[in-house]
Structures are given as C-alpha cells and as structure tokens.
C-alpha cells in the first residue's frame, strides 16, 4: 500500500475531504488520539504523518509510543488469554473429576446397601415351628404323596381316607408306618445298620467295631445320623456351647428330650455324627450318676448308633459300671470284655497316644474297682504309661494323662504295699509334674499318708496330713472324680493292724469328694488322724 | 512471727473439749473425702453349680433363659441364617446372636428398655426378684456379663453396669448364691463356648455366696 493510498484511505476512514493537507490530517489524527490515548495504531498514523513532514525526531517519539501501545496491548491481550485458558482448563478438570468419580461414587453406594442387606440380622420367623423350615420333611411329604398315588394306580381296589372326619384320621406317614409290620421295620433297621457300618468303613478306612461278645446293635433310624451334605459348621459350634450348657445342668431329663428335639430340628448329617454323640454321651454319663440302669443302657445304645469310634469306650465303661451296680455280674464282665476289645481296636488304628494311653488307665481303673483284678488293673496303668513314656515329645494332653495315671497306679502301690523305692520314686514323679488339680493333690496326700501309716513312718505320714488340712483350709470347693470303692475293699487285706486300718478309713472319708461334709468336718477328721499318730 | 505461732493458743485448743470436737470433725470430713469401697477379694475357682447366666447393661439385669436363646438360635442356624458370622435375631429382648470358631455364640444386647432395672432388686413383686430367688445355691451361681459402657443414657446412675452388678451380687450374697463375672461391651459381647477353647469359655464364680 503507497503513502498517498494509506493517506487517501485515512482520510475516507476518518470522514475527512481527499483534499485536507497532511497538517490538517495530523492535527485531526491528535485530536482523536486525544480521545482515544491507548490506540496504538493513532500514534503510529501519527508518526507517519510527522515523518512524511520531516519531523523525524517527533516521528520516531510517536513511533515509539506506538511500539508500546502496542506491546501494552499485546500484554492485555496475553493476560486475558492466560486466564481463558486456566478458566478452561478447570472446566475440563472439573468435568474430568466428576466423569472419574461418579461410577466409583455409585459403585459404593451400591456395595454400601449390599452390604447393609447383607449384613441386616435375620429375622426369625413368626410361625417357628421346626418342621416348616425343615426341607427333608418336606421331601418326605413329597414322595410319600408319590408313592400313594402308584400304589392307587397300582390297586385300583384301595381306598385312602385321609380326611379328620375319618374315626382313625392318620397322615401319609402314619398310614405308611401302620402298613409296615415289624418284619419290614427289623429288616430296615438292618440294612440301615449295615449302610450305616459300611459308610464307617469307606469313610474313615477302617472296619467298624463290632464287640465278640455281644451281637450288633439294633438302631432306629433316627438315631443313626445319615443324612447327607458337610458338617455345618455353625451347627457344630452351636451345639458344642449348648453341650456345656447341658454338661453343666445335670439335668438328664432335659438332655433327653434336648436330644430328640434338636435332632428333630437339624435332621442329623453323617458328618456331623461327633455332635449327637457328644450328646448321647452326656447323656450315658448323667443318667449313670442317677444310677438309672434301663437309661443308662438306652443312650449308650444310642451312642454306639452314632457310628463314632471316638466313643466306643465310653459306651462299655458305663455299660460295665452299670451292670455291675445292678449287680449283674456276668454283663458287666461281657461288657469289660467289649472294652478291652474295643481299646485293642483303638490302639490299631491313627487315635493319638494319649487317647489310647487314657483307655489302659479306664481299663486298669474297671479291672479294680468292679473285678478286684489289681494285677490287671496294675498292668493296664503300667501299658499307658510305657506308650507315653517310649513318645520323645509329649504333648500337654499326655503329660496330663501320665500325670493321671500315676495317681491311679500310686493307688494300686498303696493297696499292694510295695517297696519304699519304688514308691517314692512314683511320688516324687507325680510332685514334680506339677499338673495335679487341687482336688487330685488331695487324694495323692491321702495316699501317701495312708502308705506312710501302714509302713509306721509316723513324721513322713504327718507332713502330707499338714498339706491337706491347709489345702481344705484354702479350697472355696472341692471337687474331684475318684472313686474310693476299690481301695476301700482293698484296705481289708492291705493293712493288717485294725487301728491304722480305721484311721486309714477315716482318711478316706475326708478325701471322698462324693460324701457331702463341711470343710470344716473334713479337716477335723484329718486333725484326729493326726493327734492319734502323734501320740503313738 | 512469734506471735503468730504462739504454742499456747495451740494448747488451749488441743486441751479445750470444743477444740477436741473440732479435731474430730476435721478428720471426719477428710475421711469422708476419701471415701471408699470395702471391696471383696475375688477367688475364682472351679466349681460343680451350674451357671444361669445374666446380661447388665444400662443398669438393667436381664436374664438368659438358654433354652429359648438355643432353641431360636438352632432354628435360625437350620435355616442358614448363622453362616459366614452372619447376625441374627433371637426373638428375646432385641438380642442379636452370632456363630464363630472363636466365641462360640455372642449375644449382641442392645435395645434394653424392656429389661428389668436392678432398682426392682429386692421388691417382691418384681420379675427380677422373683428370677434370682429361682436360684438353688447348692446347684447354682450367677454369671454376669457386665457392660463396661452404656449407650449415653443419660437416665442410668453410672456409666456402666457395674452399679448394678454390685447390687444384684449383694442381693445374691444374702441369699446365700455364688456370684461370677465377666466385662464385656459391643466389640466383645456375652458369649457362650465349650470349656475347651481354653479360659474365655469359662464360667467360674468369683464371689462366694456364704455369709460368714
């Protein structure tokens, strides 16, 4: 673009005559520059004109305010620029965030109510009654409805009337079991025995026990647990916490009717066969306290229908125990027999050490308390102990056991009066073991002082007289599980003089946890034995 | 200074019968100051009596009747209700149970204004009363699971249960029943387990019940 154009076209621009002189159009270009200071483009309009005049000093003055115009400006401009672009760039940021978190925001929402429902208590149902939540009855009812309707098709001829109307109304079931003579109830019970023994076998890949002396257990079915599926873990817990409710009430009715009701509740799973005979047990055992013979018999039956091995024992321990109370001799020893078979069968096969160790020591203990047998009983105590002692490394668990078992084979010591060495090493064993409860220190310091007064060691038979009054003195209760029965027999022959027989009597008495006396009456039994050793 | 510390003045006080009574006061109310509890030692032991178990929360006792809280609790556990640690309703007083491998049952107390409070302790014609006086001493303790907190009610008389176990243990004391306890709060609830997960499953008395 010429100088003559640029002019021609700011003087049409700026409304002036094509005619005007350069000084008019400077003059009017200063005018608007006056008006309008910042504009860059004035002052360079400006300097061109002052230029195109000669006036090159005030041109290059005006050029350089025009250069700064316009570097302001750009300046300006940059600014507003910059902070469009911050201003954008946080929209976006913005945009970004919120794209970013809202799934993750709904995604834990959603997991947080989940959870909640999740994890919201389960109601109980209204309506309680067991067999509604039962599914097995329900399946029964199912096929028992099944089998109905092709035994009509099949006889035509039969008529069912199910109706309460009816004079002898009987549901499917009942009519089931009322059409099955006792043949047919016999032969299911043998073959559920027989499934029942069979799955012993495959499970734990052993045979299952079966006593010579005594013909296989008849069980009814719903005292075989069989049905299928894992242990319910829950279930198992549940029970075992119930359990020592039920050890702790001693209340044998209760565990009774607990039995039949849980049983009827959980609907019993052969994986879970521990747990009924854990309460079979408990069971056996509370009704033998009562001394009820015909109970007694019934649970262990039921506890050998379980199918657990792990109870075997228990089962011929109560049954020989009891028989022998109710004075049939001839049962208890067949029932003996079946336990020591039966701890022959346990020693075969993977029960631990200890366990089998504790069997001897239950054998030893039936052999003397209810067959005078000492040297059985003797030898029993001596194989338990051999089996923990040839172990290395003893578990708590055995050491518990050896420390039992010599109590009792330090009572089978007393009544044989054998030598002071032997003795004393036993004693000085069971001392330092440090695992006797209280009550079982009790009954090892009757026994010494009762050894030490048959042997006339007067002061060695006072010092544990001194442990057990101070003992009685400190015990808020006293409890043990010995039976003195055998040792009492065995006193008769054991001790010859009638005098220390009786104080040695009287000792007992004080020891027997199961004769109900004041503390206070227990300590003055001992004192008297006492006084009347130190006067001889 | 040496009138104000005038050895006469002193005697006078100590020989004047006024001033004697003055001394007792004095050593009265300082005693009255450090008051404390006679506190009873506790011996747990092993023991032959069952257990009837209570929970003490906000001042209020209530009594576990086992039997409805295994029964429910079997029910719910048929029902799969109890798996995976899972809480569920008792149907007895708003108590929540749990199974686990480590507590065995845990019972969740927490709505308790249905429960007696032990205020009702000693009246004849309460329910709470008339609960602890089923208990047979030759068969029997008491086991409390005492809340060490309560729920900021600010109604109760302390902070925690403990008011209230102290009461029912002298109450119980009178009549002759062994007494045990155990703290316990939300975190770590009344749980019922077999003896053989070791000491947290034991349910032993502490407080002898006989009057000496």
């Known amino acids: 673009m010429s100088q003559k154009s640029q002019f021609t076209q700011l003087k049409k621009a700026w409304g002036l005559d094509e005619s005007a002189s350069l000084k008019e159009l400077l003059a009017h270009a200063q005018t608007k520059s006056k008006a309008d200071p910042e504009n860059p483009e004035l002052s360079f309009n400006i300097a061109e004109l002052l230029r195109h005049q000669d006036l090159t000093k005030e041109a290059s003055q005006f050029y350089k305010e025009a250069i700064k115009k316009t570097d302001t400006k750009t300046e300006v401009r940059s600014n507003k620029l910059d902070q469009r672009v911050k201003k954008q760039r946080k929209s976006t940021r913005s945009k970004f965030l919120l794209f970013t978190f809202i799934p993750l925001i709904i995604a834990a929402v959603i997991g947080l109510f989940a959870w909640q429902k999740l994890n919201e208590p389960e109601k109980l149902p209204v309506d309680s009654d067991p067999e509604k939540f039962a599914f097995t009855q329900w399946l029964a009812k199912q096929q028992m409805s099944q089998i109905m309707t092709t035994l009509q098709q099949q006889n035509p001829e039969l008529s069912f009337d199910f109706s309460s109307s009816s004079a002898n109304a009987q549901t499917p079931m009942e009519f089931m079991q009322s059409l099955m003579q006792a043949d047919a109830i016999e032969k299911m019970r043998r073959d559920q025995q027989k499934a029942n023994n069979s799955k012993n076998s495959e499970g734990e890949g052993r045979p299952a026990f079966q006593c010579s002396k005594e013909p296989a257990v008849m069980c009814s079915a719903s005292d075989i647990p069989n049905a299928d599926g894992e242990s319910r873990e829950e279930v198992v817990l549940l029970m075992e916490a119930y359990n020592s409710i039920l050890d702790s009430e001693k209340d044998c009715q209760k565990i009774e009717q607990s039995i039949a009701t849980i049983g009827q509740q959980l609907q019993w799973r052969k994986s879970e066969r521990r747990i009924k005979a854990n309460l079979e047990d408990l069971a056996v055992e509370c009704f033998y306290r009562e001394n009820n013979l015909e109970k007694t018999i019934e649970h262990a039956r039921k506890l050998q229908c379980t199918g657990d091995e792990s109870y075997i024992n228990s089962v011929y321990w109560y049954m020989t125990a009891i028989n022998h109370r109710a004075g049939d001799k001839s049962a208890a020893f067949s029932s003996y027999q079946c336990f020591q078979e039966a701890t022959n069968y346990i020693s075969q096969y993977d029960f631990s050490p200890a366990y089998v160790a504790s069997r001897h020591r239950e054998s030893g203990a039936l052999a003397w308390l209810y067959f005078d047998d000492l040297s059985t009983a003797t030898n029993e105590l001596i194989n338990g102990r051999k089996l923990l002692k040839s172990i290395p490394e003893k578990s708590d668990a055995m050491l518990q056991v050896i420390s039992e078992i010599n109590l009792d084979l330090m009572e089978t010591y007393v009544t044989a009066n054998i030598d002071r060495d032997t003795f004393i090493e036993l004693l000085e064993e069971i001392n330092s073991s440090g695992l006797l409860t209280d009550g079982y220190k009790q009954i090892k310091d009757t026994l010494a002082a009762i050894y030490h007064m048959q042997n006339n060691n007067i002061n060695e038979a006072l010092i544990p007289l001194v442990n057990l009054t101070s003992r009685f003195n400190l015990m808020p209760e006293f409890i043990c599980g010995w039976d003195w029965s055998g040792f009492e027999r065995g006193l008769e022959e054991s001790i010859a003089k009638n005098d220390i027989r009786e104080q040695a009597k009287t000792l007992v008495s004080a020891a027997n946890c199961y004769i109900p006396q004041t503390m206070q009456g227990r300590i003055q039994k001992i004192n008297n034995v006492s006084k009347w050793l130190k006067l001889r | ?212």
Not at chain 2, 14 to 23: D, E, P, Q, R, T
Request: aromatic letters at 12%; hydrophobic letters at 35%; one cysteine or more.
């Open chain 2, 1 to 212: 200074m040496k009138n104000l510390i005038s050895l006469d003045s002193l005697t006078d006080i100590v020989s004047n019968s006024v001033g004697i009574l003055i001394i007792f006061a004095v050593i009265n109310l300082i005693h009255d100051n450090n008051k404390t509890y006679q506190l009873e030692i506790p011996i747990e032991h092993r023991t032959e009596l069952s257990p009837a178990f209570f929970i003490i929360k906000n001042d209020s006792i209530l009594a576990m009747d086992t039997d409805i809280l295994f029964s429910n609790a079997t029910l719910q556990a048929t029902r799969g209700a109890a798996t995976n640690e899972r809480l569920f309703a008792l149907d007895y007083f708003d108590i929540l149970g749990k199974i686990n491998e480590d507590k065995g049952v845990s019972f969740y107390a927490r709505d308790t204004s249905k429960w007696p409070t032990f205020k009702e302790l000693g009246k004849g014609n309460s329910k709470l009363t008339k609960t602890l006086n089923t208990l047979d001493a030759k068969t029997q303790f008491a086991f409390f699971f005492v809340y060490d907190s309560n729920d900021g009610d600010d109604q109760s008389t302390s902070a925690s249960g403990f008011e209230a176990f102290r009461e029912a243990r002298e109450y119980l004391k009178t009549r002759r029943i062994k007494t045990g306890w155990r703290p316990v709060n939300d975190e770590a609830p009344a749980n019922i387990c077999k003896d053989h997960f070791g000491k947290r499953c034991d349910y032993l008395p502490s407080y002898l019940g006989d009057v000496r």
